[in-house]
C-alpha cells in the first residue's frame, strides 16, 4: 500500500479532517494507476482537477503516485481550505512544477472543455440544505460546506453532474465522485449512462454506519 | 498563482460563458515573484499542447512581456539548442513566475477577482452566483 501523504499543521475547526472517505479516495487511485496511464500514456500532462480538496490530501497523492506531470489546478470553496492545501503540498514537497489551487465554487472559473481529470469528494451528507456561503473569512461556518448536501446530501452533486459535459475535455474527460448509500448512487448513475456516460463502480466499502462508493464517469467515444 | 494557470481561468459568472471576452482575463496591478523550479524540457513540450497561445500572448503582455512569438511554436525537440532556448524561456514565464497578488477582469462584464496570498478567488457575490 501507498503511504498516505502527511498533513500535520492543519486546523480541522476549519477544514475538512481526512477521514473514511479521503482514504477510500486514496485506495481508489491506488488501484486506478494503470488505468489511468493506459488512458494518457506515461510522463503525459492531463489537466487535473479535484473540486473541494479539503486538506489537500487526495490531489497530493495523485501528484505523488499517479500524475507526477500533470497539470493541477484543484478548487475549494472554503478559503481555509485553499491554505491547507498549499501546507499540504508544502509539506509533501511535491515537485510537480504545476500545482494551483483556487478558490470558487465547482470549476465555475476553469475554462470549459479543459479537465481531463475530475476528482469531487462532495458534501453527501442528506440536510435540509445547503448553507450558505460565509460572507468572512473569520466565520466559524466554513466547515459546515464541507457536509451538508441537501436533498438526499444530492444537491451540489447533482449541479456538477448536469454540467459534466461541459467541464471535461472532449478528447479523454473522466471523473471520479465519492457517494455515500443515501445519495442513491445506483439511481445517479442509471440516469448518467442514459446521457450517454459510461458509469462504473470502481471501489465500495462500508465505513461505520455509511456505505461509501466511487463511481467512475467517462465519455462514451464511439 | 502560476502564469500557466491563467491559461484555464476564466470568468465565474454563468452569463458571460459563451462570450469569447471571459478568457483570458485582463491582469492588472500584478505583483510578481520569481520562484526556481526544476527544468523538464520534455515537460514543457507536452504542457505546450494543452496551451492556448494567444490567451498566454494576452496575459504576457498585461504582464509587460512582450517577447512571445506570434505563433506556437511547433515540434520543439528537446534536444536542439535553438529550441533549448525557447524552452527554457517557456519554462521561466509558465513554471516559476507567479502572481502572488493582482487584479483579473473580465473583459466581457468588468467583474473584478482578486488574487491574494497566490490564491484567486472566483467565488461571486450571491447575486451574481
Ligand atoms: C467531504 S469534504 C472532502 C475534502 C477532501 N477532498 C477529502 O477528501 O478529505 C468536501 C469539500 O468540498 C468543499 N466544497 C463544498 N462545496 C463546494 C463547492 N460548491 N465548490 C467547491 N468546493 C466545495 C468543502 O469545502 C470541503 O472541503
Ligand atoms: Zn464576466
Redesign the interface.
Known sequence: MLPTPKFSNLDFDKVYEPAEDTFLLLDCFEGQIQYLNTQFGP???P?ITEIGTGSGVVTTFVCQHVFP?G?V?STD?N?HA??AF?DTVTENSI?N??V??????LT?????N?IDVLIFNPPYVPAEEVP??PESLQDSKWLDLALSGGEDGMEVTWILLHQLDHILSKKVGIAYILFCARNKPEEVANYMRQQGWIVDVVIHRKAGWEVLSILRFKRNES | MKFLTTNFVKCAIKTCDSSIDAFPLQYTECELVQQEQDYNPEFIVHMLERIQWDALISVARDLGNDGLPANKPEGLDAIIEDDQAILKDLHTLLLETHIVNGKMTCKHCNHVYHIKNSIPNFLLPPHLA
Not at chain 1, 494551483?100 to 465554487?105: H, V
Open positions: 510522463g503525459s500532462t489537466v506531470y497539470i489546478l470553496i478559503p485553499c491554505l498549499m515537485v512544477p504545476t494551483d489551487t483556487l478558490q470558487m465554487s465555475s472559473g476553469i475554462r470549459p479543459a450558505q456561503i
